[in-house]
Structures are given as C-alpha cells and as structure tokens.
C-alpha cells in the first residue's frame, strides 16, 4: 500500500446497503484520487456470561476470496486502487486502529436502525467515532449527483462547533462544494451573542481560506432539525455536516427517522481549528 496515498474506507458486508455506501465513496475518492479500501469485520464481542465463537479460517478464507473478487470488480469498473482487509475482533477495539493503518482519511458507511436506534454492528458508534477520529458519512439512499456540490452546516451555540470548521474547510476545498450555513432564529441575549461569536469565527476562518459560502436563518418557532432538513431538501443538499453530539440528538435518538440525505458526522479533533485541514 503507497504509504502517502489516502483511502476512503467502507465498512462491508456484501449487502445492498454497503453497495449504495460504495457508491458515495467512489465519487469522494475520485475527486482526490483516493482509493477505497473494503473493510470485513468479523465481530467477537466477548461478555460477563458469553464468549463468542470464532470463525474458521476455512470460512475466512472463503470470505476474502469473496472480498477480493468484489475489489477486482470494482477496480476495473471504476478504474481506481481498491484493497480489502479482513479482521477479526471486538469492532470497538479494533476499528480505529484498521483505519489508522489503512491510512484512511474519511469513512463511508450505510445508516441502520436497530431496536429504534442507530447501530454499527450491535456496538456504540458514538464511542467508534470517538477513537477514529476522522469523519464518517452516513447514508441510506444513492448520491443525487456526480460529486458533492452542496453542502449544509447547522450552526452550533456550543463551543465545541468551532471543531467542525476544518471539515468543513478540507471539503470545501478538495471536493469543491458550495457551503451554505445554517442559524437557528433566536431571541434569548446569551444565546445570541454566542452563537454571534460562533458566527463570526466561521466567517473568519472560511474568508482567510477564500471559500465562498451564504448564510441562511431558520424561520422563527420552528424546531431547528425541521429547518435544517427543510433547507437541504430545498437546494437539493447532497451532505448536511453536524457534530456528534448533534447526530446523537437528532438522529441516534429518531426511532423513525430516515435519511433522505448523508450526514457527515464530525468527531471531536481541535486541532483541525488550528491548521485548517487534516493530516
């Protein structure tokens, strides 16, 4: 594997979701010329009263044969570098150091429901997120166009927003997106003047970077999620971008919400503030 080259990582078990995840992935990668690599978990989570069985290596034979005549099809299909790695393992351990040394720089995944909630293959995607620090675009349905062309950004009260900045920046720049921000309408003095300061370090940030973006209101005494998704709907969004503790909120916790349109969840890393990318 080139040690320089980037990957956009699709977590895969050979399902129509992870067929339609794929799809998302191969626009990202093409923009960057990224490859993609395909990533086989098989899943032992070990409990207090439970061990789980391992599968054999015949079994795991058989399933990288499968994962690498996929990849060859892909390949050839699309003309782009596809590898597949297959792990066994607790997926909350082993996960993050997969995509550490796939040296990958944005994963890709199908959104799936589970007892009314979100799920990564039975375990808590929050705490994936947390440990892997890199993005990941959550989707349902196939990309509406070629490559991401809008994309929007619920803005935050909370401080912790500002991290979403150097996402926000990257994509800008390497997948040439139009970025529309989007502002609750509020009343409350303290909120305001927060959210105020959260503007205005956005604005900063995106203008020394020369990136072009608008500015839209939510209308008033509407639930700011209604608003967002409103919006999106309205300019034909390709991503909306939101942090992870806005993704527990308004997603993890929607026994019946569905994804018209990816979400791009962004994990906790200050230091993309700073640099205005990611290494």
Same mark, same amino acid.
Request: aromatic share 12%; hydrophobic share 45%; glycine share 4%.
């Given at each position: ?5 980037? =990957? ?18 191969? $626009? ?28 054999? @290596?015949?079994?795991?034979? %058989?399933?990288? %044969? ?16 596809? $590898? ?5 393992? *607790? ?58 062309? @809008?994309?929007?950004?619920?803005? @935050?009260?909370?401080? /912790? ?32 003047? *927060? ?15 020369? +990136?072009? =973006?608008?500015? /839209? ?8 999620? %209604? ?8 300019? *034909? ?15 993890? /916790? ?6 018209? +349109? ?8 200050? *230091? ?8």
């Amino acid at each position: 594997m080139d040690a320089g080259k980037k =990957y956009v990582v699709v977590p895969w078990d050979f399902s129509p979701e992870t067929e339609i995840a794929l799809k998302h992935a191969l $626009k990202l990668a093409a923009v960057m010329g990224n490859g993609i690599m395909l990533l086989h978990t098989i899943h032992l989570k070990k409990t207090l009263f439970f061990k789980p069985k391992k599968v054999s @290596e015949e079994e795991k034979g %058989k399933l990288f %044969k499968k994962l690498e005549e996929r990849a060859a099809e892909i390949a050839e299909e699309n003309r782009l570098e596809v $590898k597949v790695r297959l792990v066994e393992g *607790d997926i909350r351990k082993i996960f993050p150091v997969e995509l550490k040394r796939a040296n990958a720089n944005l994963v890709v995944m199908p959104f799936r429901q589970k007892f009314g909630k979100f799920c990564f293959q039975g375990t808590d995607f929050m705490n994936i997120l947390k440990a892997s620090i890199m993005p990941f675009i959550v989707v349902q349905t196939p990309p509406k166009h070629e490559y991401y062309k @809008e994309l929007v950004v619920p803005i @935050e009260i909370d401080r /912790k927003y500002k991290e979403t900045i150097g996402w926000i920046i990257y994509l800008a720049h390497y997948y040439k997106c139009n970025i529309n921000l989007f502002k609750p309408f509020i009343n409350e003095s303290f909120a305001k003047k *927060d959210m105020a300061n959260n503007i205005y370090f956005t604005k900063k940030m995106l203008d020394k970077q020369g +990136i072009v =973006y608008g500015i /839209k209101t939510a209308k008033k005494g509407q639930p700011f999620k %209604k608003e967002v998704f409103r919006f999106a709907e309205l300019i *034909d969004a390709d991503v909306v971008v939101m942090m992870a503790k806005r993704f527990r909120k308004w997603i993890d /916790k929607d026994k019946e919400i569905k994804l018209e +349109i990816p979400i791009l969840v962004v994990p906790p890393r200050t *230091d993309l503030i700073k640099y205005g990318s990611f290494s």
